[in-house]
């Protein structure tokens, strides 16, 4: 298995991404398996739902008013974050589904 920090991590990526120009993308869909944890079987682990749930118990809560301050302030100070669009009824983060 690969990870982001083992050596030889970045040589797989390139390879993926010469493959996909090439009109292939075997490479890039075996990474995507592995980080995501696809079995052999083609079965998926639950590590992208675990860690979602423990990152929302971990965060604190913001009200929809403070979420919109924050992405105001956020694109004050990088406003090549910013989308042009109105601050009011702003979509909240997936914790909150």
Known sequence: MIHGRQ???STVIIEGLTELKNGRGDKLLE?????GGRTPG???SNQTEANMAINC???DRRTPEQEAQLRKDIEQVGPFVATGSDHDG???DTCEF
């Open 42 to 44: 083609g079965e998926w």
């Open 7 to 9: 050596p030889g991590c």
């Open 90 to 92: 702003v979509r909240r």
């Open 31 to 35: 990474i995507n398996d592995l980080f």
């Open 57 to 59: 118990m971990d965060e």
